[in-house]
């Protein structure tokens, strides 16, 4: 029996999360009932979290601890099968967002106010300089209602929309 499908909160891989409560869920493959899991939670230094083997059919498991701002945390699961066999999952993993203490950035908007007269659709460009290692960490998220054009480094991408800021999804621009 193997464990599959990992997700947290019905993510898979989840960026920016900032959920208070970790649902950890998970399908398993193979072999007829699950006896007991064990769940593990780390972060790049430690354990953060071990659920010790719980002798439970169910297949999810809530971790009890407090995640870091800005942190990448790595997750895997071990199933028992009827047989009290064992088998552990593939590693997943969920990265916290900043926290609202921690916010310094702004809205990049057209400047516009509120009583001013607005277009259709608003051009908003924003010029910046990034370091090397500030490139290779930068996630853009856009929150719109149609489409949105991006031109990093000056090449065109263009971002899905949205629904919901729960829905959001990354994409590779530079």
Known sequence: MKPIRLQLNHRNNPLGIDDKQLRLTWN??????????????????????????ISSSSMNCTAAFEPESRTRYFWS???WDENGVSEKSETAFFE??????EWRA??????LMADE????????????????AERLS???????????????????????PYLSLKSLQTQRLI
């Open 138 to 160: 930068l996630q853009v998220r856009a929150i719109i209602h149609l489409t949105e054009k991006l031109s990093p480094n000056g090449k065109r991408k263009t971002a899905k």
């Open 77 to 79: 699961v071990t199933v």
């Open 117 to 132: 007269e607005r277009l259709p659709a608003d051009y908003s460009k924003k010029e910046f300089s990034l370091s090397r």
């Open 106 to 111: 702004g809205w990049i908007t057209s400047g």
């Open 28 to 53: 398993v493959e193979g072999g007829i009932t699950q006896s007991a899991y064990q769940v593990t939670v780390k972060n790049e230094n430690e354990t953060v979290f071990d659920s010790g083997k």
């Open 96 to 101: 916290t967002g900043i926290s609202p203490e």
